[in-house]
């Protein structure tokens, strides 16, 4: 699995796979601001998350497919 992919799962899961500051970078990338780390503690930044991600989680699975 790339740096990449565990950056990604990292963030769609919530399971930690790499370095929490490219995780906290990809999301705010992601949602187009600024996220502050007691933030995530927030069920809705959770579905806030996931939704973003899902395109690029799925995007993993599909490609482990093939």
């Given at each position: 699995?790339?740096?990449?992919?565990?950056?990604?799962?990292s963030?769609y899961t919530?399971?930690?796979m790499?370095d929490?500051?490219?995780?906290h970078?990809?999301?705010e990338?992601k949602?187009?601001?600024?996220?502050?780390?007691?933030?995530f503690?927030s069920?809705?930044?959770r579905e806030?998350?996931?939704?973003?991600?899902?395109?690029?989680?799925l995007?993993i699975?599909?490609?482990?497919?093939?």
């Amino acid at each position: 699995m790339t740096k990449q992919e565990k950056i990604v799962v990292s963030a769609y899961t919530g399971v930690l796979m790499c370095d929490f500051a490219d995780v906290h970078e990809y999301i705010e990338r992601k949602l187009g601001r600024p996220v502050f780390t007691h933030e995530f503690a927030s069920k809705a930044l959770r579905e806030e998350i996931i939704a973003k991600c899902k395109g690029d989680f799925l995007a993993i699975c599909t490609e482990q497919e093939d």
